[in-house]
């Protein structure tokens, strides 16, 4: 099988008045949507319809050749359900941004894809993750929230026939946001690992509770209040019992709260009530029993609130509460010294105006 690929590169920079010009820095991107078993057919489908980005982009011909093998690692969690667990690490040059978790499920019709990763280069190997296993269209996308690890690598999935999917309020805040996640996701990761990557809105918005049928294989989309943040949607895997929680669990990298401290706890006991028998956390894992898997998560947020109601009781000053809040659980969690601050300063801000 032969796919599209083509050279994209930064605009060439340097200094006119000395005659010097900075070496172009440069990525071979994947085109998906133009598999064809003969060169000739897939290189004529990419000539008659390229990509509507390559024209704003200093990109090259593109051309086809033999399709790679993947190099993201996915196991099996159920019977048709894969799952690819990222680096616990901030995004930076070596991961490309793969630093959270993703999944797919197959159906007999179809397969639907679950959050896509930090850059367009994440999205371009889980496409070829998907192909080295099933031949089946990809049908959807979707996105458990707005955060940038979990989304850039969605437009390589939209242009293999995906449609994109998201809560409610998801087209809104990735709109809001798109301009400062690409300049703060590319200083992280640089050029050229994020050369392609961009945010991109989504098809279609889910308010309720909403299933989704694969082909034999019914997936439920379920929207949640602010919790983890304003955007938050899980998918049940009917067949084999496993929720895919996104960012709502998390599991040995420290949680990062961007929404509600007291919506997520109370969003968390509700997932712990409902049907699942296991969970892929958005982080860690990947796969844990649940609801044992959220136990940690939930002495985590308990904790810290706790310490911000003492905290405000103690009338500390926000700088002086946030070297204390949660630090008991420093311990118990990767890049907690990064997060934990963070959290303590939503959490008091939060809990201040009760």
Known sequence: MFEAFVAICLLASGDAQAGTQAPQRCRTALLPGYASESQADCEAGVRANPPAWLARSSAGVPHCEPRPPARLAFVEAAPGLFVHRGAIAEPDAANAGDVSNIAFV?????????????????????????????????????????????????????????????????????????????????????APAFLGSRIIAPDRAVATLEKMDLGSRVIELEVWPTAHTATDMTVLDLS????????????????????????????????????????VPGHGGPLLD???????????????????????????????????????????????????????????????WE
């Open 106 to 190: 197959i159906g007999e019709r179809s397969v639907a894809v679950i959050d896509s990763g930090g850059s367009r280069q994440v999205g371009e190997q889980v496409y070829l993750s998907i192909r080295a296993i099933s031949d089946l269209p990809i049908s959807h996308l979707i996105l458990t929230h707005m955060h940038p690890d979990h989304v850039f690598g969605a437009e390589p999935l939209r242009e293999a026939g995906a449609q994109i999917v998201g809560q409610l309020n998801l087209p809104r805040a990735l709109a809001d946001r798109a301009g400062s996640y690409e300049t703060s996701f590319g200083r992280l990761i640089g």
């Open 240 to 279: 084999s019992g496993v929720l895919i929680a996104g960012d709502l669990v998390f599991h040995e990298h420290a949680p990062a709260l961007d929404g509600s401290l007291k919506g997520w706890r109370s969003v968390l006991g509700d997932l712990g009530r409902g049907p699942a028998r296991r969970v």
């Open 290 to 352: 649940w609801p044992q898997g959220g136990e940690p998560l939930g002495r985590y947020l308990g904790v810290l609130e706790t310490d911000t109601r003492a905290a405000l009781a103690a009338g500390l000053t926000l700088s002086a509460a946030a070297t204390v809040i949660g630090s008991a659980e420093a311990g118990h969690w990767q890049l907690f010294d990064l997060y934990n601050p963070r959290n303590a300063t939503v959490a008091y801000t939060e809990l201040e």
